[in-house]
């Protein structure tokens, strides 16, 4: 059964700084991993969508990249804003279509 | 750009009601997707439908129903509420399934419902 992990639950960073967010999962049979951000009490916003046979997506200052092999994903802020402060997810689609989310990284960038 | 809209942002309702959550998206997607989501629990998959008609059950189904009679529209059902069902509701679609569907999964806004 896939499971998706997503670690530091909540990280707080000076404004300006760059980051990296990190998600990893149990099964590699995968066709996509999408990141998303979440903020309070909203949907979600769809941030990248990388497909299984691609190694990065990127979007402004936003890099999304994917290591299917090893079974992780890591999401990378370039120049943080305060704007940038919200809970950020990813989710992998299965082979079997299910989508599996992990619990997010809850960013705070510190003005 | 896609749009996923939900019928409500706030729902109280009584234990006990039948309670319709309704989704619509204007994208001609698919695959439409209801989830729940809880503190500490992460979004959940209630039910999902990849056409008219057709349903599939999330990893937690129980007290839930779903219906699909139009491709747009993708309705969630709480047969008799209960307290434990109070959550933020969100709902997605996507436009295909399979290795050929690879595709995003764009959400509608939520609804927080409480049941007291």
């Known amino acids: 059964k896939q499971e998706v992990t997503q670690i530091p639950a909540a990280l707080s960073v000076p404004e300006g700084e760059n980051l990296v967010l990190n998600c990893s999962f149990t099964?590699?049979?995968?066709?996509?991993l999408q990141w998303f951000r979440q903020d309070p009490g909203k949907g979600l916003t769809s941030l990248l969508l990388?497909?299984?046979?691609?190694r990065e997506q990127t979007s402004g200052r936003l890099n999304a990249s994917l290591d299917k092999s090893s079974g992780r994903s890591t999401l990378y802020i370039a120049a943080s804003q305060p704007g940038d402060s919200a809970t950020y997810l990813c989710?992998?689609?299965?082979?079997?279509?299910?989508?599996?989310f992990g619990k997010g990284t809850r960013l705070h960038i510190l003005p | 750009d896609v749009k996923v809209t939900q019928s409500s942002r706030y729902l109280v309702k009584r234990t006990g009601e039948k309670v319709f959550l309704e989704c619509v998206q204007d994208?001609?997607?698919?695959?439409m997707f209801w989830y729940r989501q809880d503190p500490g629990l992460g979004l959940r998959l209630i039910y999902f439908?990849?056409?008219?008609?057709?349903?599939e059950k999330g990893d937690i189904p129980e007290g839930y129903s779903v219906s699909r009679e139009k491709k747009e529209r993708f309705s969630l059902i709480l047969e008799s509420a209960s307290t434990n069902q109070t959550s933020m509701y969100l709902c997605?679609?996507?436009?295909?399934?399979?290795?050929?569907?690879?595709?995003?999964?764009?959400f509608g806004p939520g609804t927080r419902l409480t049941v007291t």
């Open positions: 997605a679609s996507s436009l295909g399934t399979g290795a050929a569907g690879s595709y995003e999964q764009y």
């Open positions: 099964d590699s049979a995968i066709y996509n």
């Open positions: 990388i497909q299984s046979s691609q």
């Open positions: 989710a992998v689609r299965g082979r079997d279509d299910k989508i599996i």
């Open positions: 994208m001609d997607h698919e695959n």
């Open positions: 439908s990849y056409d008219v008609k057709m349903k």
